[in-house]
């Protein structure tokens, strides 16, 4: 499965484990070869309908590179509508709010930094040094680092 697919369903998992019936899908996800008969089962052993519907997303991000596919699909023929367009709409990137960062003052420097991975060696890391007034960038990448600076300081 795509990461992005999988950054779909965990963004949106309390909605799906709120509203999925894993009984209503199920045989669809078999139909479609998402599913074993013998892993349905292990997902309806589940006592409750949320844990079967966390089960039931657990399992299907291990399912190979249609299953998000085939699960979109799956919804959509049983009447989860809603839930494929919140999944449709969910941004899928390492994205920011566009929200106004207010100066520190001048000759001050503000910085925010938004990890998108732990490991270093995956990191890319993308700084703007930005000089004047009110200045405000975002930039699209794994790891955000924003730094405003007024550069008439106090002397």
Do not use: W
């Not at 499965?1 to 996800?29: F, G, T």
């Not at 657990?58 to 809603?82: P, S």
């Not at 494929?84 to 390492?94: G, H, R």
């Not at 007024?150 to 002397?155: A, H, K, P, S």
């Amino acid at each position: 499965m795509e990461d992005s697919d999988k950054r779909r369903l965990r963004r949106n998992r309390c909605a799906l484990v709120d509203n999925i019936e894993p009984s209503r899908i199920l045989d669809h996800l078999i139909e479609c070869e998402v599913f074993t008969p013998d892993m349905c089962q292990d997902i309806t052993s589940k006592s409750t309908t949320k844990e079967q519907t966390g089960k039931l997303l657990n399992m299907l991000e291990k399912r190979g590179c249609d299953a998000y596919r085939l699960f979109r699909n799956t919804l959509l023929k049983t009447d989860y509508e809603h839930l494929v367009e919140k999944l449709d709409t969910t941004p899928t990137a390492d994205e920011v709010d566009a929200k106004a960062i207010k100066s520190p003052g001048q000759g001050q420097i503000s910085s925010i930094f938004i990890p998108g991975h732990q490991k270093k060696q995956d990191a890319q890391h993308i700084t703007n040094n930005v000089i004047g007034d009110n200045n405000f960038a975002v930039f699209g990448s794994q790891n955000l680092t924003i730094n405003n600076y007024n550069e008439e300081g106090d002397d």
